[in-house]
């Protein structure tokens, strides 16, 4: 049963408190919504935006059941959440999106089952559980190819590229004998993703497809408008809708896109969901009405979603470790929004901050 809109003044609970998380508590602070942000980490960046947090294991049943207390909904703001703790805190609170999305999302395998089961394209793909497997799925599927462990991925890690010359027992064993998925590798001329928000009442608002650049596999620059057909946009969001509605997902997802072109023809490849905000939805904050933040919030609270249009032309770009250091001259670059995280140490790939360049508004 759907529940009552959450009024303003109502608690939202986060679990994570990362950069993802202190975004989501001040879109909901910009509602009237109140957040309770949940996680280890005592370094959180989240921890800063809120007058409501608690530093605890996610098992910790203790922390769990008083900070489920304090809370009319929970949302999270990572897809490798605990079972455990989704099922405690789903049994006293709405926990949106759901387990399935959740669960769906946390295995490439089961992911990669789900999407094609939709009718949507993905690379070409086999289960592979040990080194024999893993010679007959190359045989298969062909070289190059990437090795993904099922589970726990994210920038690049816990894949290991095939190509013609490694051997298959020594990427086995790389990989740390974990389950794993081979993929196909995809000859893409871009890679892109779509931000889709859907409602409580099933009301869907996609955002404009994204174009994306990585640099040592963590997003670098995420663009709009993308370099693809009008033909291609209309596909992403389509896709976009489909899979939201599948899920029956209550909140903002991400599906990363290959566009791959061929005989002049442009054609797009589901790469992976991320059931939650994301980085490459960050131009959303500066480039639209309602950022994927504000939205994401709007849907866990049961609230109608705003417009997605996009007003202005952006560039997105992640401030990466000491690139941060040089907030000074964003600050001062017009046409540009400068978002810092309040993070202390600036490890090398760390993601410190962003900045949204905007180009002239459109018509
Ligand atoms: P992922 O963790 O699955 O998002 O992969 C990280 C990056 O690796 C992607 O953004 C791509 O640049 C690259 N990649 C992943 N899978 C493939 C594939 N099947 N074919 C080509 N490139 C891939």
Request: charged fraction near 20%; include cysteine.
């Amino acid at each position: 049963m759907t529940p009552p809109p959450l009024a303003p003044g109502g608690t939202i609970g986060i679990l994570g408190g990362g950069q993802l998380g202190r975004m989501l508590a001040l879109a909901a602070a910009e509602l009237g919504l109140r957040s309770h942000v949940y996680c280890p980490d005592p370094d959180s960046p989240a921890f800063d935006v809120t007058r409501h947090h608690t530093c605890a294991a996610y098992d910790d049943e203790a922390a769990l059941s008083r900070f489920v207390d304090s809370v009319d909904r929970v949302t999270f703001e990572f897809e490798n959440v605990p079972h455990f703790t989704v099922a405690f805190l789903a049994s006293k609170v709405p926990v949106l999106p759901g387990e399935r999305a959740l669960r769906l999302t946390q295995d490439r395998l089961d992911e990669k089952h789900f999407v094609s089961s939709l009718g949507l394209s993905v690379a070409p793909f086999a289960a592979v559980d040990s080194a024999a497997d893993l010679g007959a799925a190359l045989r298969d599927i062909g070289r190059p190819a990437i090795l993904k462990t099922r589970r726990f991925g994210y920038d690049g890690k816990g894949q290991i590229a095939i190509r013609g010359e490694t051997d298959p027992e020594s990427v086995w064993s790389e990989i740390g004998n974990a389950p794993c998925v081979l993929e196909g590798f995809v000859p893409f001329a871009l890679e892109c993703s779509v931000i889709v928000a859907r409602s409580a009442a099933g009301q869907i608002a996609p955002y404009e497809i994204v174009e994306n650049h990585h640099e040592n596999h963590i997003l670098k620059t995420s663009t709009v408008p993308a370099r693809v057909s009008a033909e291609t946009a209309n596909e992403a969001e389509r896709i976009g809708r489909v899979i939201a509605e599948a899920l029956d997902f209550v909140g903002v997802l991400a599906v990363e896109l290959f566009v791959t072109r061929q005989n002049g023809r442009e054609a797009l490849i589901v790469n992976e969901i991320a059931p939650r905000v994301h980085n490459s939805g960050h131009w959303t904050q500066d480039g639209c009405l309602v950022s994927q933040f504000e939205q994401h919030m709007r849907a866990v609270a049961g609230w109608p979603l705003g417009s997605p249009h996009r007003h202005s032309d952006v560039v997105m770009t992640n401030l990466l470790g000491v690139d941060a250091d040089l907030w000074e001259h964003y600050a001062s670059e017009a046409g540009t929004a400068l978002h810092l995280y309040g993070k202390s140490s600036a490890r090398a790939g760390r993601k410190m901050g962003h900045i949204n360049r905007l180009g002239l508004p459109r018509r």
